[in-house]
Every structure is written in C-alpha cells, then in structure tokens.
C-alpha cells in the first residue's frame, strides 16, 4: 500500500517562500506520476502541477507559472513544491497526489496547511 | 485549459436515494475522468476512473458513466457515510482540471 506523508503546518508572510515535502513508501516513485492540489479555505481542488521523477520535467498551471517549483528526489522518494512570492491569496492546505503510471491521484498525502499573514 | 462544469453544486438528499452528480467538460477528454469524495477536513479518496470503472474495495452502490463532455456519478442507495462533497477531474490534457465541487447534503 502506497503512502504520502506530507511536511507539517507552515505560516508566512507575504514575499516570502515555502517548500512542501511529500514522502512516499512503496509504489515505484520514480515512474510514478505526482499532483500537487490545492485547496483554499472553502473552496475546491484546484491542480497546480505535477511531475514524473524520472522524467524530472515538471508541468505547472499557467497561472502559476513562474511563481512554483516542483522537483523530486528519487534517492529518498520525496517530492518537493515551493511557491515563491507568497501571496494572501496562497493560504490553503495543498495536497500531494499520485498515481501509478497515471496522473488521476490514486493515493493522496494528509495535506500541509500554509497560511500566509502579516 | 479544459473546463469541467460539475452540476449541482448542492444536493439535498435522504439515505436510501438515488442520486445523479454530472460533469461536463469543455472539450472531449475520450474517457480520462475521474470522481473523488471529500470529506470535511480530510484528503479526497478516488472512487471511479477512466469514467466508469470503479476503485478497487469501493461499493457497487458507486457508479459512473459518460465519455467525450457528458459524465455521471450515480449513488444507487444513499448511505450515512456518503454525505460528502464530490469532485471530478479531467485527466486527459495540462492542466488537469477539477469540477468545481457537488456537496451531498443530507435531507
């Protein structure tokens, strides 16, 4: 059984950073395809990107384009977004997802919540 | 981008209904679809893929079907664990793309 344990609870300010982990045990990491979704405070699911470790090209939501990064580390079977620029408009617990060979979210992560406050 | 257009966004329903969640997309995905149910605080859980077949260890009282635009979710008989929000989620082309959220109330 595949699981994603996600980094914990982040606050921040407003221009700053944040970097999310997602570890996964079992399932084939590298091959795998994983999500990254967010969700704002009562709102929906919204897909801000993915990527395929071994592929190690990441694909982003236009919108966010500039602003995310997502890589992977095959070594500890970790995958990492960081959003830069951090806006109010941010805060939201984003999730991980993956699938094998797949990009529907087979498996989802607990989520990291990341508000963003002055 | 792909729009999926999901409808209703609320439902009003009582354990033991059948009810009917649709999704349309704004362009054919051929069959790339998948329905989630979230619940309150917790990460969303697959129910159906490839638009009608269902995720393994889930009840046959879940459903889906459509291809091209036009998909459902049926619940055949509502049960107390299934008052959830549903989405679906177009994985045919970037972005993949969520319906914006049907909430299953209870009536």
């Known amino acids: 059984q595949v699981q994603l344990v996600q980094s914990g609870a982040e606050v921040k300010k407003p221009g700053s950073s944040v970097k999310v982990s997602c570890k996964a045990s079992g399932g084939s990491f590298s091959t795998d395809a994983i999500s990254w979704v967010r969700q704002a405070p009562g709102q929906g699911l919204e897909w801000i990107g993915g990527i395929i470790p071994l592929l190690e090209t990441a694909h982003y939501t236009q919108k966010f384009q500039g602003r995310l990064t997502i890589t992977a580390d095959e070594s500890t079977s970790t995958a990492y977004l960081e959003v830069n620029s951090l806006r109010f408009e941010d805060t939201a617990v984003y999730f991980c997802?993956?699938?094998?060979?797949?990009?529907?979210?087979?498996?989802w992560g607990q989520g990291t919540r990341v508000t963003v406050t002055s | 981008d792909i729009q999926m257009t999901q409808s209703p966004s609320t439902l009003s329903a009582s354990v033991g209904d059948r009810v009917t969640i649709t999704c349309r997309a704004s362009?054919?995905?051929?069959?790339?679809l998948a329905w989630y149910q979230q619940k309150p605080g917790k990460a969303p859980n697959l129910l159906i893929y490839?638009?009608?077949t269902l995720e393994s260890g889930l009840p046959s009282r879940f459903s889906g079907s459509g291809s091209g635009t036009e998909f459902t979710l049926t619940i055949s008989s509502l049960q107390p664990d299934d008052f959830a929000t549903y989405y679906c989620q177009q994985y045919d082309s970037f972005p993949y793309t969520f319906g914006q959220g049907t909430k299953l109330e209870i009536k």
């Open positions: 362009q054919s995905i051929s069959s790339w």
């Open positions: 997802a993956r699938g094998t060979n797949t990009w529907r979210g087979e498996n």
């Open positions: 490839e638009a009608s």
